[in-house]
């Protein structure tokens, strides 16, 4: 059974900073790991989506990686800014599309 | 975690019936439930949210009558495709939560192939 844990699941940093969230899963089995958004009482906002012959995707001040073989990925954060607090899930998906979803970092930029 | 419950987890119907999807929520009272869809090799995008008692919030470009919610209880959200067309073939998934700030817990989707 599939399992995604994501660490830490608090993060509290004051603006500017650069920053690591990390999330990893126990099966390398995968078509592909996304990163999600998701704003106080709102839904997921897709942020960046690895297919599982990709290393890495890139938008704007945000970076994911994906290391397949040892169940890992990192979504990197670029200087960042208090329009950024929000929990930060990533999910992976297998076969039968099922999705796995990490329990999510909840991120505090502070002004 | 908690957990929520959706059914049925893949579905073949013909062109023009409608499909319901449910999304329970076993063991939490589930104020907010949104709707996914993911089209293969995509992302997963919203489709609606949905406040219990309230009329559900459609993201742009999303059919509100071609996609009913229904959100009548606190532990129970509906999708209904009406009228389905192949080009609505696709992953639908649904997530519950308790209230602001609270952990969102996802169903197991649903795969819905049109024919």
């Known amino acids: 059974k599939q399992e995604v844990t994501q660490i830490p699941a608090a993060l509290s940093v004051p603006e500017g900073e650069n920053l690591v969230l990390n999330c990893s899963f126990t099966?390398?089995?995968?078509?592909?790991l996304q990163w999600f958004r998701q704003d106080p009482g709102k839904g997921l906002t897709s942020l960046l989506l690895?297919?599982?012959?990709?290393r890495e995707q890139t938008s704007g001040r945000l970076n994911a990686s994906l290391d397949k073989s040892s169940g890992r990925s990192t979504l990197y954060i670029a200087a960042s800014q208090p329009g950024d607090s929000a929990t930060y899930l990533c999910?992976?998906?297998?076969?039968?599309?099922?999705?796995?979803f990490g329990g999510g970092t909840r991120l505090m930029v502070k002004p | 975690g908690a957990v929520v419950s959706q059914h049925p987890s893949r579905v073949i119907c013909k062109s023009g019936t409608s499909v319901k999807i449910e999304c329970r929520s076993l063991?939490?009272?589930?104020?907010?439930m949104f709707w996914y869809r993911q089209f293969p090799k995509q992302s997963l995008m919203l489709m609606a949210t949905?406040?219990?008692?309230?009329?559900?919030?459609?993201e742009q470009g999303v059919e509100k009558d071609k996609f009913l919610i229904n959100h009548a209880s606190l532990t129970l959200s509906t999708l209904t495709v009406t009228s389905a067309h192949p080009e609505d073939s696709s992953f639908y998934i649904c997530?519950?939560?308790?209230?602001?700030?609270?952990?969102?817990?996802f169903g197991q989707g649903t795969r819905l192939t049109v024919v």
């Open positions: 099966d390398s089995a995968i078509y592909n």
């Open positions: 997530s519950a939560s308790g209230g602001l700030w609270t952990e969102a817990f």
């Open positions: 949905s406040n219990e008692g309230s009329k559900a919030t459609y």
């Open positions: 690895i297919q599982s012959s990709q």
């Open positions: 063991d939490f009272q589930a104020t907010t």
């Open positions: 999910a992976v998906q297998a076969a039968g599309n099922m999705l796995t």
